[in-house]
């Protein structure tokens, strides 16, 4: 399993932090040439992905010329990654035209820009992986988060679709959604005790307790992003895998 993507070329989006440096990292021990990219510098990820490369997602030229750059330098592209991402809470009569826009600029077509760009090589060289993390929100309706659900459950359908259009030329795509997860965001999003009632649950904001008794940690992510992308899976694709200790009480 420590070799099993030995070889691989994987480009991860939003890599500077949370989830995207926990997958980056976990791709790069596992033996993948990492590509890690986002729109802000970040730190190290690791010694296989290294500093995060600026990419803004939103921006359809600098996704192609990304893509062109390593095939180019490659030959090939094995494995994409989509975690960019952005949340703007607030209830639907709060939120703000530009934050709606925002929402779906980065979380749904940034990840139509990625996948377009990459499902293009992958299905010439007739092989290759995409996955996208999405979040339970995409399944689950919340309170103060319409524009981040909506804008993640369209990603989410959209990636099962290309999947549809992909399987033919042997090109699998799968959906990742975590639940509550302890990363940055999250913790500015909740504040000062947020993680903590996230396991217990608000019923005033109609959240169930996590039947695990736990947070996520962005490793735990990482780990079933990893076996998606490998050839353990290689008969999976469409699907949507929930990470979130049982929270969302999917069937």
């Not at 976990?26 to 010694?47: N, Y």
């Not at 903590?196 to 695990?212: E, T």
Request: proline share 4%; charged share 20%; hydrophobic share 45%.
């Amino acid at each position: 399993m420590e070799s099993d993507l030995d070889g691989q070329v994987a480009l991860v989006s939003g890599a500077a932090g949370g989830i995207g440096a926990a997958v980056a990292r976990l791709l790069a021990e596992r033996g993948a040439q990492v590509l890690a990219t986002d729109l802000r510098a970040g730190p190290v990820t690791s010694p296989g992905s290294g500093r995060p490369q600026q990419l803004d997602v939103t921006d359809r030229d600098a996704v192609d010329t990304m893509i062109d750059s390593i095939v180019e330098n490659n030959e090939r592209l094995d494995i994409l990654v989509n975690v960019a991402g952005v949340l703007r809470p607030a209830t639907v009569t709060e939120t703000t035209d530009e934050d709606w826009a925002h929402s779906f600029a980065v979380n749904t077509t940034g990840v139509f820009h990625l996948c377009r760009a990459a499902g293009r090589v992958m299905a010439a060289q007739r092989r290759g992986c995409i996955v996208t993390v999405g979040s339970n929100a995409a399944g689950v309706p919340r309170t103060g988060m319409a524009a981040y659900a909506a804008s993640k459950a369209a990603a989410v359908h959209f990636t099962r679709c290309l999947g549809l259009e992909l399987a033919a030329s042997g090109v699998r795509c799968n959906v990742v959604s975590p639940g509550a997860t302890d990363t940055a965001m999250q913790r500015q999003w909740l504040g000062p005790g947020g993680l903590g009632q996230a396991v217990q649950g608000d019923p005033a904001a109609y959240r169930v307790p996590v039947p695990l008794g736990r947070i996520a940690a962005a490793a735990d992510i990482a780990e079933a992003v990893a076996f998606l992308a490998s050839d353990r899976a290689r008969h999976i694709t469409l699907h949507d895998l929930y990470v979130d200790g049982g929270s969302s009480l999917r069937v």
